[in-house]
């Protein structure tokens, strides 16, 4: 995929996914963005910082403005590498498409991909390739199929290898592959390894801004009523300090709500786990065409079948608790029901589908 194409699309992707997220759960989310939340820990013992100094370094090297030496690009292709693994940021991005899930935050997303060596012992961590599967895999579960697309092209899975373990061998025109257990040798041209270079920079800048905007929210502190990983509801202070730290606090003596909370609840529930939901009633369709349309800005719509009262024990529920999005205007009479965080509405086409996500901020490619 072109890399101007890949940022484009995955600044949109992250755009829904922020917004969405941040309306399930706001305090998960929150907290997500900070990757490696275990606790305190003092400066120096957080990898996230390690990921971030590696990056700048990348673009340092990637900009230089003139051709790269064989150790400079070799060097290019080692932080390429790293960059790949940095598990304690992509972790926090596990959790945030897992709020979707209504699932409570994770300090070890990844655990389950861990694996203990009886002899010698040893924890071995999941390397690159499992991490970017496991994350374009919930990305698919919750309904985010462009997410999920550009999630499994960031990182390529030949160049990572070939570098992790000294199987290639540097030339004029790229890197020839050898492969350790046998088959054909493949060439990686200079301009296939720029492309790839610029897409896991593109993707680690976005995701970067995209936590930060969410961690500047809470500048100043602010009270949030609602769930922070597997604790009740209740009002939890939130601040996002000068010093970069994140403060979650709350001094409620047990559980309690509002009725915002109550509210998106409610929406939480219709969702079922997916970020857009439809709901068809006895006798009604959902035209093929508009579900392609969907499916081609990125998200798969999960269809629920209702029999006659649900349906209208459902439309009823909606008036009773003010669960509509605003702006629903008059539907046409082959609208779908449909659900995402931000409420109902009825949609007829992909482009009403398309007018109703959150709004995208414009990005310079250079």
């Not at 999005?325 to 409420?343: F, R």
Request: proline share 4%; net charge negative.
């Amino acid at each position: 995929m072109d890399a101007q194409h890949y940022v484009r699309e995955l600044n949109k992707q992250f755009a829904y996914l922020f917004a969405y997220a941040s309306r399930i759960n706001e305090i998960d989310t929150v907290a997500a963005v900070f990757g490696e939340f275990r606790g305190a820990q003092d400066a120096g013992w957080s990898t996230v910082a390690t990921a971030h100094e590696v990056f700048d370094e990348l673009q340092t090297l990637g900009t230089k403005g003139r051709p790269l030496t064989r150790p400079e690009l070799r060097q290019v292709l080692c932080l390429y590498t790293q960059l790949s693994e940095a598990g304690g940021v992509y972790e926090g991005l596990l959790n945030v498409i897992s709020v979707a899930q209504l699932k409570a935050y994770n300090l070890w997303p990844f655990s389950d991909l861990v694996r203990i060596r009886k002899s010698p012992r040893a924890v071995v961590g999941p390397n690159a390739n499992a991490m970017f599967r496991r994350l374009a895999e919930a990305a698919q579960s919750i309904g985010m199929i462009g997410l999920a697309r550009l999630l499994e092209s960031t990182f390529r899975d030949d160049i990572r290898n070939a570098i992790a373990h000294a199987d290639y061998i540097m030339v004029s025109d790229g890197l020839r592959l050898r492969r350790r257990n046998g088959g054909q040798p493949v060439t990686v041209t200079m301009a296939e390894i720029s492309s790839a270079l610029q897409i896991a920079c593109y993707y680690f800048q976005l995701l970067r801004s995209y936590q930060q905007a969410a961690a500047l929210s809470f500048r100043p502190g602010r009270t949030v009523v609602g769930r922070f990983s597997a604790n009740p509801p209740m009002p939890w202070w939130i601040e996002y300090a000068e010093n970069g730290g994140l403060s979650i606090s709350s001094s409620a003596p047990g559980s309690q709500t509002d009725a915002a909370y109550l509210r998106q609840q409610r929406i939480n529930n219709w969702l079922g786990g997916r970020m857009v939901s439809a709901f068809v009633a006895p006798g009604a369709s959902v035209s093929t065409g508009m579900l392609e349309e969907i499916s081609m800005i990125g998200f798969d719509v999960q269809l629920i079948d209702l029999d006659s009262q649900q349906y209208t024990e459902l439309v009823t529920e909606l008036e009773e608790h003010q669960l509509w999005d605003d702006s629903t205007g008059e539907a046409e009479s082959d609208a779908v029901l449909m659900v995402t965080p931000l409420g109902f509405r009825r949609i007829s086409s992909g482009s009403d589908f398309k007018a109703w996500l959150p709004a995208v901020e414009a990005i310079s490619v250079s």
